[in-house]
């Protein structure tokens, strides 16, 4: 029996599961809405504020998918709780970021031109006043926060001779020696 699939899930206080026909789940909460579509082997139930995920068989595909499932429910309802947040620093002499319109993140990283990325929806990004070195994306949904916050790492990822680029707030950056004189 798989050890993550076993565990229930608390639902907290205002937070709303609907679990329809062919297992399509949607969770509201205060911070948004989300809904998934999970496999239809798979057994669903809430009660008593708690969801648990079954399985009818151990069938290979139906174990990876047992834990799978529940993960996944998990991070729905802790996105509509709570929310997921990336931060990133950015490394180097004149790399900057900002904000246009609200929709567009535009980075400033050592090419001739600024890059520009389209912030998806239900994203925010913040950059803190007087300080256009950190980008702050932050969601409900796990998934598409981590790869937004992919997505702008890999503008300029950190190369290991000078450290410049941009990271994660948490990322440790191998620094490699550079040539040695004679």
């Known amino acids: 029996m798989s050890r993550v699939g076993r565990q229930t899930i608390q639902v907290p206080e205002g937070v709303q599961v609907n679990i329809n026909e062919n297992n399509f789940v949607v969770v509201k ?7 998934f579509t999970f496999d239809n082997n798979i057994g669903i139930k809430l009660e008593n504020n708690e969801i648990s995920v079954t399985r009818p068989n151990d069938s290979l ?19 509509v709780t709570s929310g997921y947040s990336k931060i990133l620093d950015i490394k180097g002499v004149g790399y900057r970021a900002l904000l246009k319109d609200e929709k567009t993140l535009v980075l400033n990283v050592g090419y001739s031109n600024p890059v520009e990325m389209v912030i998806p929806e239900g994203l925010t990004v913040e950059i803190p006043v007087n300080k256009n070195t950190e980008v702050q994306i932050m969601g409900a949904n796990k998934q598409i ?27 440790k950056v191998r620094r490699k020696e550079g040539k040695t004189a004679k």
Do not use: C, Q, W
């Not at 990876?64 to 499932?69: D, E, I, K, M, Q």
């Not at 926060?145 to 990322?171: H, M, S, T």
């Open 29 to 35: 909460g205060p911070k948004g809405e989300l809904n």
């Open 145 to 171: 926060v981590g790869e937004f916050a992919a997505n702008v790492r890999k503008v300029r990822p950190p190369e290991p001779y000078l450290g410049k680029g941009i990271r994660y707030r948490d990322e």
């Open 61 to 79: 595909r139906l174990r990876s998918l047992h834990g799978t499932t529940r993960a996944l429910l998990n991070n729905m309802v802790i996105g």
